[in-house]
């Protein structure tokens, strides 16, 4: 498609305040060319680029505190737009801001916000996310600043087994808690349950198998309810018995990145911190596995899917629960008149031109239906072809 530009044919009839005005009134009225301008966003006549990323949860916090953060924010931008751009450019956009500011939803529910504004570009995205503050003011957009501005919880699991009881742990940087359940934590809960006639066995070893075996059972039950509510990686604590036992039984091998042999029935919060330091140190690898047992599990429960069409189809559609991509993978997205086709160029594609990143436009589509985004390495998902997405139905 061959590319006007308005500023070349414009510029040197009206004056540059009437040729923005014109340009976003333009922009407004005509969606076709709203697409088209989308695509350009990074060019000189785009900037600047403001990018404003905030904590915002108006159900837990005071709307005084928000309004200070936004306040706060504001004034940056404001101070570097006087610093390094036109008056009349400054005005334009803090007039854009301002708007953008006062109609922001105080009813959401949701845990951070994103704002961009260009003169020619507004956006405002409210995420499921938590987020550290960012404010930008550049020369073009990244939508990916979002997700590696993400707060990195650093969380994880802690299933203690030992061949009298099992105990669970939510973990932190610093902090290890025990989590309480419903299900009886000692062995001995289970022996009344089993049956008669293996209870009257003289076979001793035959009638531990098969307590254990129960009391594995209850213990994987408890797993479900808490990894539905902690969707973090699991360590697995216990004897290479006791955990070979609980490796054939449990429904949820994937969900654990590595057992810690020993026996730690009496361990203390610290003690069991102590044993799992080695694997805080390598937690970016531990990351990782965790993401890949996710696409795993996602798979045997046919929710997932790869490659760049059919990612991007999922995506469009509000489907995407967690986008797993590679960092540096990129696709190319030609816009059009219609509908925008995703295509390999023969070389990495110009930012100002109207080649935009299609992974960017699925980044977004899946942070606007409420789901997550993580970044891997190069060649991590080189079988699925760089790029998955775990749906959600």
């Not at 915002?56 to 309004?67: A, G, I, R, T």
């Not at 969707?231 to 449990?250: A, C, Q």
């Not at 969900?255 to 069991?272: C, H, L, R, W």
Request: hydrophobic share 45%; net charge positive; glycine share 4%.
């Amino acid at each position: 498609m061959t590319r006007v530009s308005l500023r070349n044919d414009l510029s040197h009839l009206i004056p540059w305040t009437t040729w923005l005005a014109l340009v976003n009134k333009t922009y407004t009225m005509i969606p076709a060319l709203a697409s088209e301008l989308n695509g350009l966003i990074g060019a000189d006549i785009y900037r600047p680029a403001i990018s404003i990323i905030l904590p915002f949860e108006p159900k837990m916090s005071l709307k005084s505190v928000l309004n200070q953060s936004l306040k706060g924010a504001v004034a940056q931008v404001e101070r570097e737009l006087e610093s390094n751009y036109p008056a009349e450019i400054a005005e334009l956009m803090m007039d854009k801001l301002a708007a953008i500011i006062s109609n922001l939803n105080f009813g959401t529910h949701k845990k951070s916000v994103a704002i961009f504004v260009s003169p020619v570009f507004e956006k405002v995205l409210y995420l499921d996310i938590p987020v550290k503050e960012k404010v930008v003011v550049s020369g073009s957009f990244e939508i990916r600043d979002l997700v590696h501005n993400k707060k990195q919880l650093r969380q994880y699991l802690v299933l203690m087994l030992s061949a009298k009881q099992f105990g669970m742990f939510l973990g932190t940087s610093n902090t290890l808690k025990r989590i309480i359940s419903n299900t009886p934590e000692s062995v001995y809960a289970y022996i009344n349950d089993v049956p008669e006639k293996v209870a009257n066995f003289t076979d001793v070893s035959s009638r531990k198998e098969i307590v254990m075996d129960k009391f594995l059972l209850q213990v994987d039950n408890a797993l479900d309810i808490i990894l539905g509510a902690y969707r973090v990686p699991l360590f697995v604590l216990g004897t290479e018995k006791i955990s070979g036992h609980f490796k054939s039984h449990t429904r949820h091998a994937k969900a654990v990145v590595g057992f810690v042999p020993g026996n730690y029935e009496k361990a203390s919060t610290d003690e069991i911190m102590r044993v799992l330091k080695p694997n805080m140190e390598k937690w970016d690898a531990i990351i990782q596995k965790d993401l890949l047992n996710q696409l795993e599990d996602a798979a045997d429960k046919k929710k997932l899917v790869f490659g760049m069409r059919d990612v991007w189809k999922e995506a469009t559609n509000r489907q995407g629960r967690l986008l797993v991509v590679e960092k540096d993978y990129m696709r190319a997205l030609q816009r059009g008149l219609h509908q925008p086709a995703i295509y390999m160029p023969a070389k990495r594609y110009n930012k100002f031109s109207n080649v935009k990143d299609a992974v960017d436009d699925i980044i977004q589509a899946v942070l606007e239906s409420g789901g997550d985004v993580e970044f891997v390495d190069n060649d991590v998902l080189k079988m699925y072809q760089h790029i998955a997405l775990v749906k959600y139905h």
